[in-house]
């Protein structure tokens, strides 16, 4: 597959507001959006380091994928986002070479990104996102 660079790294939080103390105020970041992405029951926020993202992810739902995470693993890294050009072939050349996959087609993510999940027990433990955005507006 064709991957660019990390796009950005997902970390799950209980409360982006209180989280976003951190990124500001000690590492001196700028979150520039909070956005809910509700069919995956999270609110998320973004800061941008270089050309990747730091994105916190918060449940707005304990059923919720992130409220799940957090209820047995705690805060902390959630997911790797790469950016590739052409998804799909990434997806198919993904589970031509057996890894099993969340996501069979691309579906929207935050920031209008076409996005879909590898399984981590095909990636060595990491919940690895392949992203591509498209609408260039
Ligand atoms: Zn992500």
Redesign the pocket.
């Given at each position: 597959m064709n991957i660019t660079h990390i796009?950005?790294i997902?970390i799950a939080v209980k409360s982006i507001e209180e989280s976003i103390k951190y990124y500001e105020n000690i590492l001196g970041l700028k979150c520039y959006a909070v956005e809910e992405v509700k069919e995956q029951k999270v609110k998320t926020a973004f800061f941008m380091v270089g050309q990747t993202k730091i994105?916190l992810?918060e449940s707005t739902d304990s059923e919720g994928p992130i409220g799940k995470f957090i209820e047995k693993k705690g805060e902390g890294i959630h997911?790797l986002?790469f950016a590739v050009n052409g998804i799909e072939n990434a997806l198919t050349e993904s589970e031509n070479k057996g890894v099993q996959l969340i996501d069979k087609t691309p579906r929207k993510?935050?920031e209008g990104l076409d996005?879909a999940f590898l399984h981590p027990k095909s990636t060595g433990g990491v919940l690895t996102?392949l992203?591509e955005k498209r609408d260039k507006a």
């Open positions: 796009e950005h997902g994105e992810l997911h986002a993510g935050a996005i996102e992203c």
